[in-house]
């Protein structure tokens, strides 16, 4: 049992890694709100690509905090004019898929809403699948727990549960876009991977790394991916967000390309020494568990045209 000192240290490195999780974060939303960048400009498919990334922004800011998404905020991310973001915004609006509050921020609209209920219908099994799981690992470690998927050369958090422990690590949500390598799912995922294809994703992805994670070494997360490779699991020191440690194995389903992982994060010293066998342990349990409920689903692999 934590003594008084003790709490309060766990409490204060808590602190800590919220302040360093929300600068991961805002990486995050960039990677959400620059997604298209790469399109051909002026192209309709650019217009409609752009006001969906929006609403995607919006969601995720919004899911925050009761306030909203400033209409500054959306624009500083963005990269866009306000006048742009705005004309954005209020078409949105018109179908109902933004809502303006009365303190002036923006905020997921009723259709939206619609259209997240219509989803659950036809929700990816891997995400459905993974549920119980990501329940049972947030209740026996009592920390927090990340169901991570690949998109492309990009990872996102498609879940997450926390555990009843007194830490809270808030360095990935929902919703968070990263390039594959960010965070211990994402590593966990190229470890799977070729030497050639983790090579192909990196360069992809050079001049974002490059841009909003240049603290980061590729070569030290090719050592990253390498142990991997031989232990069978990742284990992340706070490389990314310093004192947000974690451990990731990832998802083998039958016939289908590398696309997920499972990881848990907490302080440090909650991820080391005895207590990582563990909770690799834990994690390799229910990976099984999640591989077989699949094993009678139709594979779906989304990255089936990627390096």
Same mark, same amino acid.
Request: aromatic share 2%.
């Given at each position: 049992m934590h003594n008084g000192a003790d709490s309060n240290e766990d409490l204060r490195e808590e602190y800590r890694i919220k302040m360093r999780g929300r600068l991961l974060r805002r990486s995050a939303s960039f990677n959400v709100a620059h997604a298209v960048d790469s399109l051909e400009p002026g192209t309709g498919a650019q217009s409609i690509q752009r006001a969906l990334t929006l609403l995607n922004l919006v969601g995720l800011i919004a899911g925050e905090r009761r306030e909203g998404a400033s209409l500054s905020e959306l624009a500083s991310i963005s990269g866009r004019p306000k006048a742009s973001v705005h004309r954005m915004l209020q078409a949105l609006? !018109?179908?109902?898929?933004?809502?303006?509050?009365?303190?002036?921020?923006y905020r997921?609209?009723?259709q939206s809403q619609i259209l997240g209920q219509l989803a659950q219908k036809s929700v990816d099994p891997l995400v459905t699948e993974s549920e119980s799981s990501l329940l049972r690992l947030a209740e026996l470690s009592q920390d927090t727990v990340f169901?991570?998927?690949?998109t492309g050369s990009y990872s996102i958090c498609a879940r997450r549960e926390e555990g009843f422990g007194e830490i809270f690590n808030n360095a990935l949500s929902v919703g968070d876009r990263h390039p594959l390598g960010i965070g211990a799912g994402s590593l966990a995922i190229l470890s799977e991977l070729s030497p050639a294809e983790v090579d192909a994703q990196f360069e992809a992805n050079a001049e974002i790394l490059a841009e909003r994670y240049p603290?980061?070494?590729?070569?030290?997360?090719?050592?990253i991916i390498?142990? !991997?490779r031989i232990d069978g699991f990742v284990h992340n020191p706070g490389l990314f967000a310093k004192g947000s440690w974690a451990v990731a194995v990832p998802l083998r389903i039958r016939g289908s390309r590398?696309?997920?992982?499972?990881?848990?994060?907490?302080?440090a010293d909650r991820v080391t020494g005895s207590r990582v066998e563990r909770l690799v342990a834990l994690l390799r349990r229910e990976a099984k568990a999640i591989a077989e409920a699949l094993s009678s689903h139709p594979v779906h692999d989304p990255n089936s045209g990627d390096l």
């Open positions: 609006i !018109a179908m109902g898929y933004v809502e303006r509050l009365e303190e002036g921020g997921l609209g009723v169901l991570t998927l690949r603290k980061v070494s590729v070569p030290h997360l090719r050592d390498d142990q !991997a590398p696309q997920a992982a499972l990881s848990i994060a907490s302080i």
